[in-house]
């Protein structure tokens, strides 16, 4: 059964004087869904966010978030959302626990609960040690593990995160990637992911969105779109070096184009372009049948990053 | 209203003021001069003596160029004891109200160019709170510790010059009514209209120095009641100092009624 949509845009724009940053973006996310925002810097992503929270007056077309429309029912909306800002956001001067229970009183966490659940965050986040002292002192790291403590606080339906994992050391965003995938697994929160890092996206987004000049270039999930991208899949051969008479013969019969690669152990290697998935058993067939001796025949399926930079591409012409 | 949240916002900025050094210096020492080293100068005055040559007598004739009523409330004590009245009920009693100007101005300041210019303001514009909530919160943590000062600042001034002026009056003569009215009802309405106009600049400045250098224009009209009591044109009596409360209190109203139109999140957002 379809989860219901709790984000709706529908021709939603923004502009800023003669800037689009946000251009009739039709959106739809269901409950539960993590979500992935790519683009540029000044793709729109963080001005969507804005629009969503009911923080930015759209300029035209309409959104509803939480069946609630942002501009009108901000305050109401901003209690079942959670926001990780581009830049951490804290108060340096003040201690971690002190940025935490000072926003568990601005997003209304009962107060008889405030310290239980400031502790548990910090727990969760490994903060608990440096607790006391201020957030000047933090590394960048810990910055961004305070920041997104503090978006949980209120244990938002929808969790807002403007690259989560910028700034962070290995363990620390393979322990954010943990978390968004339990918030959205486990507990049904929908993540809205801006991020640069398109291998993270890959990864953990269930569907991405990629913008650019405020315009939604397309969306889907990551695999459906880099299977729309295999039209032009690129095979890795790898053969034995006395049979490249054989191999090339073969490779150009099937109307493909090969070009030499690195020699791996005394092999040949040659990338194979312009063929169909489908093609893959013929062509091994054929090679085996011509005599060619293959020790690999590897297909380079296109990634997010790939998809992401044709679109790109697409879009300059 | 949520008070709850109000109150996050007054201790987030009191805290955050608190440990900004550039910010606690001048607030620390204006009101030290002020309520400390000025009238224990002007008490000690007459210390430097009578007679021919002494600064003291160029005071005797400034004293004959005040108004009729300033001459009359002065009638009873001596030229010594008119001295130390006139400066430090009259003179310094406009000077007074620069310290809770700039107290209330400096936290104002600090509130909203500061925490833009510290790149915090984002994560408290995304909260729940709504655009009157956080206004209120921020003209409360600037008013409150300005109201606080002025009040605090009274006392310590009674004090001193009680204390500092003691030799030449011989009993206790300050306060007037006229203070009591210019600390309890003037002050925190000059306060107010200090930080009005300076979280009305700070929502579009660019930093804090940017914002309290714009809100320091609110200070000329304090300086013109100086010069204005000082060269005779006006004369601060009980009527007047009541009269000018009012006065502010509307500009007050006035420009709060504004700027709670004008302050709304997008506004706010659009410019970070």
Same mark, same amino acid.
């Given at each position: 059964?379809?989860?219901?949509a709790?984000?709706e845009t529908?021709?939603?724009?923004?502009?800023?004087?003669?800037?689009?940053?946000?251009?009739?973006?039709?959106?739809?996310?269901?409950?539960?869904?993590?979500?992935?925002?790519?683009?540029?810097?000044?793709?729109?992503? !963080?001005?969507?966010?804005?629009?969503?929270?009911?923080?930015?007056e759209?300029?035209?077309?309409?959104?509803?978030?939480?069946?609630l429309?942002?501009l009108v029912?901000?305050?109401?909306l901003?209690?079942r959302?959670?926001?990780?800002?581009e830049?951490p956001?804290?108060?340096?001067?003040?201690?971690?626990?002190?940025n935490?229970?000072?926003?568990?009183?601005?997003?209304?966490?009962?107060a /008889?609960q405030?310290?239980?659940?400031?502790?548990?965050?910090l727990?969760?986040?490994d903060l608990?040690?440096?607790?006391?002292?201020?957030?000047?002192?933090?590394?960048?790291?810990?910055?961004?593990?305070?920041?997104?403590?503090?978006?949980?606080?209120?244990?938002?339906?929808?969790?807002?995160?403007?690259?989560?994992?910028?700034?962070?050391? /290995?363990?620390?965003?393979r322990?954010?990637?943990?978390?968004?995938?339990?918030?959205?697994?486990?507990?049904?929160? !929908?993540?809205?992911?801006?991020?640069?890092?398109?291998?993270?996206?890959?990864?953990?987004?269930?569907?991405?969105?990629?913008?650019?000049?405020g315009?939604?270039?397309?969306?889907?999930?990551?695999?459906?779109?880099t299977?729309?991208?295999?039209?032009?899949?690129?095979?890795?051969l790898?053969?034995?070096?006395?049979?490249?008479?054989?191999?090339?013969?073969?490779?150009?019969?099937?109307?493909?184009?090969?070009?030499?690669?690195?020699?791996?152990?005394?092999?040949?290697?040659?990338?194979?372009?312009?063929?169909q998935?489908?093609a893959?058993?013929?062509?091994?067939a054929?090679l085996?049948?011509?005599?060619?001796?293959?020790?690999r025949l590897?297909?380079?399926?296109?990634?997010?990053?790939?998809?992401?930079?044709?679109?790109?591409?697409?879009?300059?012409? | 209203?949520n008070?709850r949240?109000i109150?996050?916002?007054?201790?987030?900025?009191?805290?955050?003021?608190l440990?900004?050094?550039?910010?606690?210096?001048?607030?620390v $020492?204006?009101?030290?001069?002020?309520?400390?080293?000025?009238?224990?100068?002007?008490?000690?005055?007459?210390?430097?003596?009578?007679?021919?040559g002494s600064?003291?007598?160029d005071?005797q004739?400034?004293?004959e160029n005040?108004?009729?009523?300033l001459?009359?409330?002065?009638?009873?004590?001596?030229?010594?004891?008119?001295?130390?009245?006139?400066?430090?009920?009259y003179?310094?009693?406009?000077?007074?109200?620069?310290?809770?100007?700039?107290?209330?101005?400096?936290?104002?300041?600090?509130?909203?160019? *500061?925490?833009?210019e510290?790149?915090?303001?984002?994560?408290?514009?995304?909260?729940?709170?709504?655009?009157?909530?956080?206004?209120?919160?921020?003209l409360?943590?600037?008013?409150?510790?300005?109201?606080? $000062?002025?009040?605090?600042?009274f006392?310590l001034?009674?004090?001193?010059a009680?204390?500092a002026?003691?030799?030449?009056?011989?009993s206790?003569?300050?306060p007037?009514?006229?203070?009591?009215?210019?600390?309890?009802?003037v002050?925190?309405?000059?306060a107010?209209?200090?930080l009005?106009?300076?979280?009305?600049?700070?929502?579009?400045?660019?930093?804090?120095q +940017?914002?309290?250098?714009? *809100?320091?224009?609110?200070?000329?009209?304090?300086?013109?009641?100086?010069?204005?009591?000082?060269?005779?044109?006006m004369y601060?009596?009980?009527?007047l100092?009541?009269?000018?409360g009012v006065?502010l209190?509307?500009? +007050?109203?006035?420009?709060?009624?504004?700027?709670?139109?004008?302050?709304q999140?997008?506004?706010l957002?659009?410019?970070?």
């Amino acid at each position: 059964m379809d989860k219901r949509a709790v984000i709706e845009t529908t021709n939603l724009s923004k502009q800023f004087g003669q800037v689009t940053a946000v251009d009739r973006l039709n959106l739809t996310i269901r409950q539960g869904e993590i979500f992935g925002f790519l683009g540029h810097n000044g793709a729109g992503k !963080t001005t969507t966010i804005r629009l969503l929270n009911g923080v930015l007056e759209p300029s035209g077309g309409a959104a509803c978030v939480l069946g609630l429309t942002p501009l009108v029912d901000g305050p109401t909306l901003r209690r079942r959302t959670g926001v990780l800002t581009e830049t951490p956001s804290l108060d340096e001067r003040l201690t971690g626990r002190e940025n935490l229970a000072i926003y568990a009183d601005l997003y209304g966490v009962p107060a /008889p609960q405030t310290a239980a659940r400031v502790a548990e965050l910090l727990a969760t986040f490994d903060l608990s040690d440096r607790a006391e002292e201020k957030v000047g002192g933090y590394s960048k790291g810990m910055k961004q593990r305070l920041a997104l403590a503090r978006a949980l606080l209120h244990a938002p339906e929808i969790l807002f995160l403007d690259e989560p994992t910028a700034g962070l050391d /290995p363990v620390a965003t393979r322990q954010v990637h943990r978390l968004i995938t339990r918030l959205s697994r486990e507990q049904g929160r !929908t993540i809205f992911i801006c991020t640069h890092n398109l291998a993270e996206a890959q990864a953990l987004c269930d569907r991405v969105g990629v913008m650019d000049n405020g315009r939604l270039l397309t969306i889907g999930a990551p695999a459906e779109l880099t299977r729309q991208m295999q039209k032009a899949l690129r095979l890795e051969l790898e053969a034995a070096e006395n049979d490249r008479e054989v191999v090339l013969d073969q490779i150009s019969r099937l109307g493909l184009t090969a070009e030499a690669a690195e020699n791996g152990q005394g092999h040949g290697r040659w990338l194979i372009s312009g063929a169909q998935y489908d093609a893959i058993p013929d062509l091994l067939a054929d090679l085996v049948r011509a005599g060619a001796r293959v020790y690999r025949l590897n297909p380079q399926e296109p990634t997010l990053a790939d998809v992401y930079f044709a679109l790109h591409e697409e879009e300059k012409r | 209203m949520n008070t709850r949240a109000i109150q996050a916002i007054i201790r987030k900025d009191l805290k955050v003021t608190l440990q900004n050094r550039g910010v606690m210096i001048p607030l620390v $020492v204006v009101p030290l001069i002020m309520f400390v080293v000025m009238p224990a100068l002007a008490g000690l005055a007459p210390l430097l003596g009578e007679g021919p040559g002494s600064p003291l007598n160029d005071l005797q004739l400034f004293l004959e160029n005040m108004p009729a009523a300033l001459q009359a409330s002065l009638a009873g004590y001596t030229p010594m004891q008119q001295v130390v009245v006139l400066a430090l009920v009259y003179l310094l009693a406009p000077m007074y109200l620069i310290v809770p100007l700039m107290v209330a101005s400096v936290i104002a300041a600090d509130s909203f160019a *500061g925490e833009k210019e510290r790149k915090t303001l984002e994560a408290l514009l995304y909260t729940p709170t709504t655009d009157r909530e956080l206004l209120l919160g921020k003209l409360l943590a600037a008013w409150l510790p300005a109201v606080a $000062v002025g009040l605090v600042g009274f006392v310590l001034y009674a004090i001193v010059a009680n204390i500092a002026a003691w030799s030449t009056m011989g009993s206790f003569f300050f306060p007037n009514l006229m203070w009591v009215v210019l600390a309890v009802w003037v002050a925190p309405a000059v306060a107010g209209l200090g930080l009005v106009v300076t979280v009305l600049i700070s929502a579009r400045a660019e930093g804090f120095q +940017d914002a309290y250098q714009m *809100g320091a224009i609110v200070v000329l009209p304090i300086l013109l009641m100086v010069v204005g009591q000082a060269t005779g044109v006006m004369y601060f009596s009980v009527g007047l100092v009541a009269l000018l409360g009012v006065v502010l209190w509307l500009l +007050d109203g006035l420009l709060l009624w504004w700027g709670g139109r004008w302050f709304q999140r997008a506004e706010l957002f659009s410019r970070l």
